[in-house]
Nanobody, 130 residues
Framework: QVQLAESGGGLVQAGASRRLSCAASGRTFSSYPVAWFRQAPGKEREFVAARTWSMWNTGSTYYADSVKGRFTISRDNAKNTVYLQMNSLKPEDTAVYYC????????????????????WGQGTQVTVSS
């Protein structure tokens, strides 16, 4: 049974940094797209960041415009864990953050769609105070 477990959420002040982790059991992240999404109260789930890999190159990274330059998605193969480093946090970053992993390759716009991902975590709350 596949399980993705997010951690690292909490209450932070605007301008601070926070790192979220997503540990997988029952599957590997190796060579498959992984992503972070978030959902604020009363809003739809939105794309944050994605990372793909392929046998031909190191893969690609995609970010939502709202987090570009502030957030970084990365992976530790040895720990089978994906991270989201969040810097210069803003109150509008407040949301429940979900990690997701796919079993098939995606590229460009496709990697920003929730439907591209098969496995999801339960989410971790990030609250940014002003």
């Amino acid at each position: 049974q596949v399980q993705l477990a997010e951690s690292g959420g909490g209450l932070v002040q605007a301008g601070a940094s926070r790192r979220l982790s997503c540990a997988a059991s029952g599957r590997t992240f190796s060579s498959y797209p992984v992503a972070w999404f978030r959902q604020a109260p009363g809003k739809e789930r939105e794309f944050v960041a994605a990372r793909t890999w392929s046998m031909w190159n190191t893969g690609s990274t995609y970010y939502a415009d709202s987090v570009k330059g502030r957030f970084t998605i990365s992976r530790d193969n040895a720990k089978n864990t994906v991270y989201l480093q969040m810097n210069s946090l803003k109150p509008e970053d407040t949301a429940v953050y979900y990690c997701a992993a796919a079993w098939k390759y995606c590229s460009n716009y496709g990697c920003s769609l929730p439907s591209s991902y098969d496995d999801w975590g339960q989410g971790t709350q990030v609250t940014v105070s002003s």
